[in-house]
């Protein structure tokens, strides 16, 4: 079953504005990743946050663990249009090596 | 330094027919992943290989699905007699190490597309 459950499931929000989008999962985790998606494109890696790590800073990015509530956010400040895309949260499961559980996404629309 | 490169971009198949989807992972990457995505929705586990060895088969269907990856040569995801339910964009990753603490690399897929 799909571990991971993203909010929203769209949103759309104007040039310059903070994007914020949220992701929570079910199982204990050794670490959490957020991707991006292009459409007709593959994934990119944005930044990954182990489940010892509270938060994690990469640019404009801010991702935010709360292992006790299973939830973490994604943070995109000072947006772009180029930012426009489906951004998925990924957990990668304790004891298990390699596999990825996905979230839904969130399909973020950036106006410029 | 090229990424991971998958083929065909797209591939059309009648029901019935069988699909053949090519994965070379990053240059010096040993780890290969495969994953599914229906439209809008997110990606689904199906394998995880090593070099002739399949590490974690826990998201392939137990029939018609089949997936190598040769000392030598890409990695083949395979799928016998497809059916439409099959249609979705067809996904491989690799890493270079066994590491939960390394990111995947994704290509940008093959979609399946059964008529």
């Known amino acids: 079953s799909q571990q991971g459950e993203e909010d929203p499931q769209a949103l759309s929000i104007q040039e310059g504005e903070n994007a914020t989008m949220n992701c929570s999962y079910k199982?204990?985790?050794?670490?959490l990743q957020w991707y991006r998606q292009n459409s007709g494109r593959g994934l990119v890696h944005l930044i990954l946050?182990?489940?010892?790590?509270r938060e994690k800073h990469s640019g404009r990015l801010r991702v935010t663990l709360d292992t006790s509530k299973k939830s973490s956010s994604l943070l995109i400040t000072a947006s772009r249009a180029a930012d426009t895309a489906s951004y998925f949260c990924?957990?990668?499961?304790?004891?298990?090596?390699?596999?990825?559980?996905f979230g839904q996404g969130t399909t973020l629309q950036v106006k410029p | 330094n090229a990424g991971v490169m998958q083929n065909p971009r797209h591939l059309v198949r009648r029901r019935g027919q069988e699909a053949r989807l090519r994965c070379s992972p990053m240059?010096?990457?040993?780890?290969v992943y495969w994953y599914r995505q229906l439209p809008e929705e997110g990606l689904k586990f199906m394998v995880y290989?090593?070099?002739?060895?399949?590490?974690?088969e826990s998201g392939m269907p137990k029939e018609r699905f089949s997936a190598e990856f040769p000392k030598e040569g890409p990695s083949i995801l395979r799928i016998q007699q497809v059916v439409r339910g099959d249609s979705a964009a067809y996904f491989c990753?690799?890493?270079?190490?066994?590491?939960?603490?390394?990111?995947?690399?994704f290509g940008d897929g093959t979609r399946l597309s059964i008529l």
């Open positions: 990753a690799s890493s270079p190490v066994d590491s939960v603490y390394q990111p995947q690399h």
């Open positions: 199982t204990s985790i050794n670490n």
């Open positions: 946050i182990r489940s010892n790590e």
């Open positions: 990924a957990t990668a499961p304790s004891g298990n090596t390699g596999k990825l559980i």
């Open positions: 240059k010096g990457h040993s780890h």
């Open positions: 290989l090593q070099k002739e060895n399949i590490i974690d």
